[in-house]
């Protein structure tokens, strides 16, 4: 039985950061690796919390951790996703790539709160650009089902051209700067100034 209340969390951390040069995972903005410090933020707002990872990963992780490894069926951020799903296919997922350093609290309690379980997904997105985030959004099990024969129909492996195609419920947070993403080094600096005191 799907429960419409069982959230789980999900780091994103086994891409392979080429754009960056390091493991975005590994880099700290709060006194942790990023991939810790996500995980914690996401255990205050979840009913249970995962790192998703690559197998060769699995030796640097500490116990302390609950994570789940890549099975390598699909490409891209889909991998980690699928993954979860597959693991746990009643739990409705929420997914943060580790590029997200101004990601707060707050704007988590505030997606689970404009969460629309009849809808395929509760997404952020920018009231400016008003495209789903994928990597930053609550993926009910439907979803991900569906996600699963979109990909297998040759469809392409892009999470976000899945939702902008389904119905999603779009979510504007409140401080859109929690939606920065972190992918090249000039990003990491623009970051770091923002969480400057």
């Known amino acids: 039985m799907i429960s419409k209340d069982k959230i789980y969390g999900l780091v994103l951390s086994g891409g392979k950061s080429t754009r960056m040069g390091e493991d975005k995972g590994l880099i700290t903005y709060h006194k942790l690796p990023q991939r810790e410090h996500l995980y ?15 197998k060769d990963q699995k030796s640097e992780i500490s116990n302390m ?10 490409r891209g951020p889909y991998n980690g996703l699928l993954s979860a799903h597959k693991e746990h296919p009643d739990a409705a997922w929420l997914v943060l790539a580790c590029d997200l350093p101004l990601m707060d609290k707050r704007a988590l309690e505030e997606l689970i709160e404009a969460r629309n379980s009849d809808k395929i997904a509760s997404a952020f997105a920018d009231a ?8 930053c959004a609550i993926w009910e099990p439907e979803a ?21 195609n389904s119905d999603v419920n779009l979510v504007f947070p409140q401080q859109k700067e929690v939606l920065l993403n972190a992918n090249s080094r000039a990003e990491y600096e623009e970051a770091l100034l923002k969480i400057a005191p």
Do not use: M, W
């Open 128 to 135: 400016d650009d008003p495209l789903p985030e994928p990597l």
């Open 40 to 54: 914690h933020l996401l255990n205050e707002v979840c009913d249970k919390t995962f790192l998703s990872i690559r």
């Open 65 to 74: 951790f609950d994570v789940i490894i890549d099975n390598d069926e699909f």
């Open 144 to 164: 991900l089902k569906q996600s699963v024969a979109y990909l297998e129909a040759g469809n392409g492996s892009c999470p976000r051209k899945f939702l902008i």
